[in-house]
T-cell receptor, first 115, second 113 residues
């Protein structure tokens, strides 16, 4: 079945360490997104990409970096500059970056914790 | 940012209809109204969306007020699997062909057997 795969499901980070969260989609979607969710809160946009080799900052991009070298993949790196990285991270994709009618499809998330 | 207001929580009895309200008084003419739901430790799931007219699909119905400042998600017959956090979201054009979803805290729906 087509869908979005996020890995790992759980991730632990040591102080001063960068970690990379994987997001792969086989839906042939143009646009991909990364969100952060804190307990009891809604989702906040970190980065998004509408096409390969292009991406834009969302509302809370500081301390994060992304790349979009392939259409199917949009990895997120949580750098040591992100001082409060503990959260639930969600990746999403959408067909046709410029088409408002298409819904976003979400993965099942990665839960990141600090050791 | 375009914002929505929803009740923090609601309860419903199983097999009864549920009406989940949402206020979006600052909606602009090009904003679409989207609804998603989220189960614990899972990603959000798309439910329905609309612009001006009421919409129906296999999951739910969306009733949009004539002035578009409010909308209601209708689950016709609640089941235990419908217990989730429901997000009412405005899909807002943000330039350069991009549309953004701005998530609030949503409404936590509990379904009573």
């Amino acid at each position: 079945d087509g869908g979005i795969t996020q890995s790992p499901k759980y991730l632990f980070r040591k102080e001063g360490q960068n970690v990379t969260l994987s997001c792969e989609q086989n839906l042939n979607h143009d646009a991909m997104y990364w969100y952060r969710q804190d307990p009891g809160q809604g989702l906040r946009l970190i980065y998004y990409s509408q096409i390969v080799n292009d991406f834009q900052k969302g509302d809370i991009a500081e301390g994060y970096s992304v790349s979009r070298e392939k259409k199917e993949s949009f990895p997120l790196t949580v750098t040591s500059a992100q001082k409060n990285p503990t959260a639930f991270y969600l990746c999403a994709s959408r067909q046709g970056a410029g088409v408002i009618n298409q819904p976003q499809h979400f993965g099942d998330g990665t839960r990141l914790s600090i050791l | 940012d375009a914002k929505t207001t929803q009740p923090n929580s609601m309860e419903s009895n199983e097999e009864e209809p549920v009406h989940l309200p949402c206020n979006h008084s600052t909606i602009s003419g090009t904003d679409y109204i989207h609804w998603y739901r989220q189960l614990p430790s899972q990603g959000p799931e798309y439910v329905i969306h609309g612009l001006t007219s009421n919409v129906n699909n296999r999951m739910a119905s969306l009733a949009i007020a004539e002035d578009r400042k409010s909308s209601t998600l209708i689950l016709h017959r609640a089941t235990l699997r419908d217990a989730a956090v429901y997000y009412c979201i405005l899909a807002t054009y943000s330039g350069a062909g991009s549309y953004q979803l701005t998530f609030g805290k949503g409404t936590k729906l509990s379904v009573i057997p």
